[in-house]
């Protein structure tokens, strides 16, 4: 695929969008009624004139948990790294980002399960392992595993991608129906990354159920239950595959022509307690269902996944991702993107991911294009960065990891942290903010300037 680095950060970064577009800081994530949403929207100026920013648009806990998973693949996933320290680096993440979920409604199963995980065991089997649960058929599995199919992208990584989807699942949800929607937000990442045809992402998923099963039982961990509690998520799959006619993923799916209302409504049917997007089987089902039939259209993907009487913050930080992944930022609002909270960390690790999985490039070819750079790419650059020293000064912050309490750096600073009495030099933090984003335009650059000398030619 053609710029595949830029596809990387677009599904790292839009997935953050699809999240803070969904959650509007808490306040349209238990919406029931994706009329009075939009609604909403309309009077703010349509999605086209949305700055997805703090404090009015902080992302959820699927966020900062799906920056967990990548952060911990990054540390852990490289050739030298076996799975148990993968898996102790997942655990330990999961429970550093705690803290940074106050006031971005964290779920229940989440942060219980997560408070129980003891990565310093010798044995990740015996610290990264939790017991079976009848209740953990939740969304939080699935809404923080895409940025594994951005680490296992090939068709031959599939059982590092299902070994690691399913193991980082169930440390906090242990019940087929929840760590098999990781499995699926991570398997169609994948997909998206190798330019599979959507059609056929769900006819993927149930080939690979079959193997998803033989690895449960030669864990040998809490075999018996998983099997018992198995079918549910294969059979509601197999219905709403059989529904849109993709079962055998050959034909496309016709346009549904269905109102908002209406959408609501068939959300409400595929959900497992009437609340759509709220567990494993239906997050990624009304994610990949919004991606069919929006294509290429962003706003209509915003208002089918983000924008409807469920669970939008959860089904759009999916959705998101596997727009990114396969057509970039095309038809996206700048508005919407480039101010999105956590936009450096995203960046930043979907260049490390990508070169994870590809090998791409290293420092020496970073050098090497950095020193080739034109006049006139250079004085771009330099225009950019004066108009980013202007808005770091002209601008009140909100911190990284804050209290959601706090609406501003400066109240942050001021007051501190009243979980875990951390506070900020602003000078500090205005610097370092500079000089990321700094960093991040460079690289950026650069992976443009490689892939254009690959389609050129100049780089084989």
């Known amino acids: 695929m053609a710029f595949l680095p830029l596809h990387y950060e677009a599904a790292m970064v839009l997935s953050g969008v699809g999240d803070a577009l969904g959650f509007k800081s808490g306040s349209w994530k238990f919406y029931k009624v994706g ?65 940074d979920t106050n006031g971005r409604f964290p779920g229940k199963t989440c942060t219980t399960n997560v408070r129980d995980l003891m990565p310093d065991r010798p044995d990740w089997e015996v610290g990264c392992r939790i017991a079976f649960s009848t209740s953990g058929g939740g969304c939080g599995a699935a809404m923080r595993a895409m940025c594994i199919g951005l680490r296992y992208p090939r068709e031959e990584d599939l059982p590092d991608l299902l070994a690691v989807s399913i193991e980082s699942g169930r440390m906090t949800h242990h019940h087929p129906t929840g760590y098999l929607g990781s499995l699926a937000a991570a398997l169609f990442t994948a997909y998206a990354i190798q330019g599979k045809p959507p059609k056929e992402w769900g006819a993927g998923l149930m080939s690979v159920l079959p193997q998803a099963k033989k690895y449960i039982i030669s864990q040998k961990f809490y075999v018996k239950e998983n099997l018992e509690a198995w079918d549910y998520f294969e059979y509601r799959w197999k219905e709403y595959l059989k529904k849109k006619n993709l079962l055998d993923g050959t034909k496309n799916p016709k ?32 994610a990949y269902d919004a991606l069919l039939q929006s294509g290429k259209n962003w706003k209509e993907l915003c208002e089918r996944a983000m924008f409807h009487g469920a669970n939008g913050d959860n089904t759009g930080v999916i959705a998101a991702c596997w727009y990114g992944a396969m057509y970039g930022y095309q038809g996206v609002p700048e508005g919407n993107f480039k101010n999105v909270e956590y936009h450096g960390r995203l960046v930043e690790q979907a260049r490390l991911l990508h070169k994870l999985a590809y090998g791409s490039f290293d420092e020496e070819d970073v050098s090497t294009v950095m020193n080739n750079y034109t006049y006139d ?34 109240e942050y600073q001021r007051n501190g942290c009243n979980s875990c009495g951390r506070n900020l030099d602003m000078v500090d933090l205005q610097k370092r903010k500079v000089e990321l984003e700094i960093e991040n335009l460079k690289l950026r650059n650069t992976l443009i300037t490689l892939e254009i000398q690959k389609m050129q030619g100049g780089m084989e």
């Open 35 to 99: 009329n009075d949403i939009l609604e909403e929207l309309k009077s703010m100026g349509g999605l086209s004139a949305l700055n997805v920013k703090p404090p009015e648009w902080i992302v959820s806990d699927s966020t900062v948990m799906h920056l967990a998973t990548s952060e911990a693949l990054i540390q852990k996933s490289g050739r030298n790294c076996g799975k148990g320290d993968l898996y102790k680096m997942i655990a330990v993440k999961y429970k550093e980002c705690m803290i």
């Open 255 to 286: 346009p549904d022509n269905l109102k908002v209302d209406e959408r609501d409504t068939f959300y409400k049917k595929l959900s497992f307690c009437g609340f759509g997007g709220a567990s494993g089987h239906d997050a990624p089902m009304i």
């Open 377 to 410: 790419k250079m004085e771009s650059e330099e225009t950019q960065v004066k108009t980013l020293i202007d808005d770091v000064q002209s601008q009140d912050y909100q911190a990284e990891g804050q209290c959601a309490e706090y609406e501003s750096i400066t």
